[in-house]
Every structure is written in structure tokens, then in C-alpha cells.
């Protein structure tokens, strides 16, 4: 066993009372028996799920590699306790899920046309560290695993609104990926007991998603590029749709996951959405509107492994979670547009 591993093991005797845990002066306890574990927790789901945590008073673990993840996103984040560690490696995972009670397992390489360029990293980072974490979190007694699963899983199928019962359909090593480690979690609970919960996201946006990269979603790309009075590209005819999902939908929904009852939500799959959707020609006009610019955009041949039409069916996650989305897609696309242009004045 690695000496990582072998130091970060717990004994019974190493169990504290929850006051003596939460004590924010009793920094050995602190480190050692965090209740939340997130992994990712320097990119933009993670770190939005982390800090809605602390919010609430929790105790919480992070973890990431910084291959996407930001060192900048870490700034608010000062009470998580915070591991550098890649899930690839699996004393880094020992590490990270000692005396953990719950996951949420937000780390990942996204990104479609990041795997078509180069697929073994995909496969890597989202089934390998998936699988490495799902063992040391059950050699470590996690009690439950939260699944940042994706709705790329459900492919090209002419069917709307997808839903959970839909047999999956992915047709880029993203959507493999991500679809095999929803099939590694379950098997986990079929298997070993361990309570899992899959949320398969529809779209995620908002505050803190990375701009820069060439592949980095299209509404932070569009809302970075058109506040700088750059045009932005639709690859396609613009008539493509998505279910975009704003990131506090995204973090209600895991909180609820997180909460409810085992005999509810273990080895289940549940859309995390807001249950409509708009094309990308239409985007470009409210962003338009928001943002001030007043070009028109560029257009370019479609990317490979790209989805015509996406829309969630959500009612499973009403049924199951209680869950409805809390902000709609133009008030979140408002926030959105708001903190990338005090992040360029700042
Ligand atoms: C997929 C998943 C999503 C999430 C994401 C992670 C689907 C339906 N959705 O998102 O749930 O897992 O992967 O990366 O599979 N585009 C442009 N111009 C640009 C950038 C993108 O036109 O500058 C287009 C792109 O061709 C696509 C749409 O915008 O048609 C959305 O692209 P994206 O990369 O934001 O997300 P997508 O749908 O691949």
C-alpha cells in the first residue's frame, strides 16, 4: 500500500464527536474527517457545489488535479479543506475518501470534441478515476456517491424529451465515458451496497465556467467573446437546442440527492435539467440583448460527435428529489453575462 494511502486510513479511535469535527480551531480533526468530498473541486460544478456547502456550515473536502480545474476558483473556498491529487492515481483517492460520509464526484475531462481529439485522456479521466474513486470509496466506508453523469449519454435519438428509460445511445467517447461510470456506480450498489445516485446533467452554465478554452461550453464562450465585441462561431446552422441548465438548478439537485432516503434514490438515474430548451440561433439573440454586441455571428461546419436536439424530462426528478429548477434560463443567462463583465472590469 502507498504510505499516502497507509497515513490517511482511520481507526475507530480516531473518531471525534461532530462538535469537536466542526470546530474550525481544532484544525487536525478538520483535516482528517471531513463529512463532503468533492472531487473537481477547482472547476465550475465543483467548486459551486463545494461552496454551497460551506455555506450551509458543512465540513468539506475537495479534491483536483488542476488539468482543467482553476487554482483562481479556489478563492471563497478558504474553510475546504483542499487536496492537489489526481483520481487517476489511486493513493490519491484512498486520500481523498478517508472519513468521508458523501460524495460528489464532479470531476471529469468534459467536453465532446476534447474526445474526439484525443479520447484515451477522456477515458482516463472519467472511467479510470471513476472507477479507482468508487474503490476507495468503498474501502473507506463512504456511505454515498453523487454522480455528475451526462445527458450526451442519451445520443441523437429523434425522441423529446429524453427520459430515464430510454436506452442510451452515445455516439462520442465523452458520451461512452461518462455513460460507463453511471454503469460503474450502479454496479457498486448492486454489487457492494454502496448507495449511489446518478444526475445526469443537461447543459450545465453559469458563473465560473472556464471561457478560454477550445472547449469550453458554448454559452461561456459566446457571453466571453461577445462582451469583448468578438464575434462568436455556430458551428452548424445556429438550430441545434439544448436544455442549458443553470449551475444553482445543477447544486439544488445535489443537495437534494445528497438528502433523500436511500430506498428513494440509491442506484437510480435522474435528469438534472430545467425541462426546455432553445436553439443556438436563438441564444445568440438574448445574448445579444444582454451583452450589447452588435455583429452577427459566424457560422462553420458542424463538429463531430454534436447532438442535433436536447430536452430533459425532469418529472423524475420531481418524483424522486422534490426537485424543480429554482432559475430559469434567462435569469440565469443574466447572471451569467453580469459576473463574466465584472470579471473583465476586475
Ligand atoms: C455535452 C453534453 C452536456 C455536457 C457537455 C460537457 C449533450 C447534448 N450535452 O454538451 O450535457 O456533458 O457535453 O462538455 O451532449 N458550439 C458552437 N460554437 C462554439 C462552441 C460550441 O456553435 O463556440 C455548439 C456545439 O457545436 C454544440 C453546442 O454549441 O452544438 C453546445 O456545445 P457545448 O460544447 O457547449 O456542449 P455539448 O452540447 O457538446
Same mark, same amino acid.
Given at each position: 500500500m502507498p504510505p499516502e494511502a497507509r497515513d490517511s486510513i482511520l481507526t475507530g479511535a480516531d473518531l471525534a464527536p461532530v462538535d469537536t469535527v466542526r470546530d474550525p480551531r481544532n484544525l487536525f480533526w478538520r483535516k482528517n474527517l471531513a463529512n463532503y468530498l468533492v472531487t473537481g473541486a477547482a472547476g465550475f460544478i465543483g467548486r459551486s457545489i463545494a461552496s454551497a456547502l460551506l455555506a450551509k456550515g458543512e465540513t468539506v473536502r475537495g479534491i483536483d #488535479?488542476? !488539468? =482543467?480545474? %482553476?487554482?483562481?476558483? *479556489? !478563492?471563497? *473556498? $478558504?474553510g475546504m479543506e483542499f487536496i492537489e491529487g489526481d483520481l487517476a492515481d489511486p493513493a490519491a483517492c484512498a486520500r481523498a475518501c478517508a /472519513? !468521508? $460520509? +458523501? +460524495?460528489?464526484? $464532479?470531476a471529469a475531462l468534459a467536453s465532446v470534441p476534447r474526445s474526439v481529439a484525443d479520447p484515451v485522456a477522456t477515458n482516463v479521466n472519467c472511467v479510470d478515476a471513476t472507477l479507482n474513486l468508487l474503490v476507495a470509496a468503498r474501502a473507506a466506508g463512504v456511505r454515498r456517491v453523487i454522480y455528475a453523469g #451526462? #445527458? #450526451?449519454?442519451? /445520443?441523437? =435519438? &429523434? =425522441? *423529446? &424529451? %429524453?427520459?430515464?428509460g430510454m436506452i442510451p445511445n452515445p455516439i462520442s467517447p465523452y458520451a461512452v465515458a461518462k455513460l460507463a461510470g453511471e454503469h460503474y456506480l450502479r454496479a457498486f450498489t448492486r454489487v457492494y451496497g454502496l448507495e449511489t445516485v446518478v444526475l445526469r446533467y443537461f447543459n450545465v452554465f453559469g458563473p465560473y465556467q472556464d471561457p478560454t478554452s477550445h472547449y469550453s461550453g458554448v454559452l461561456a464562450v459566446f457571453c466571453r467573446r461577445m462582451l469583448a465585441g468578438e464575434q462568436p462561431t455556430i458551428f452548424g446552422d445556429g438550430e441545434q437546442s439544448r436544455d442549458f441548465t443553470y449551475i444553482d438548478n445543477v447544486v439544488h439537485a445535489n443537495l437534494l440527492a445528497a438528502a433523500a432516503p436511500a430506498e428513494k434514490v440509491s442506484g437510480q438515474m435522474i435528469n438534472t435539467a430545467t425541462g426546455s430548451r432553445i436553439t443556438l440561433n436563438e441564444t445568440f439573440r438574448v445574448l445579444r440583448e444582454l451583452t450589447g454586441y452588435e455583429g452577427e455571428p459566424a457560422y462553420a461546419t458542424g463538429r463531430a460527435g454534436d447532438i442535433r436536439d436536447s430536452l430533459a424530462d425532469i418529472r423524475l426528478a420531481g418524483e424522486l428529489l422534490g426537485y424543480r429548477p429554482v432559475v430559469d434560463f434567462r435569469e440565469g443567462l443574466g447572471r451569467t453575462v453580469a459576473w463574466y463583465k465584472q470579471g473583465e472590469q476586475g
Open positions: #488535479s488542476f !488539468i =482543467t480545474g %482553476k487554482r483562481a476558483n *479556489l !478563492i471563497g *473556498l $478558504e /472519513g !468521508i $460520509e +458523501i +460524495i460528489f464526484h $464532479e #451526462s #445527458s #450526451s449519454a442519451y /445520443g441523437d =435519438t &429523434p =425522441t *423529446l &424529451p %429524453k427520459h430515464e
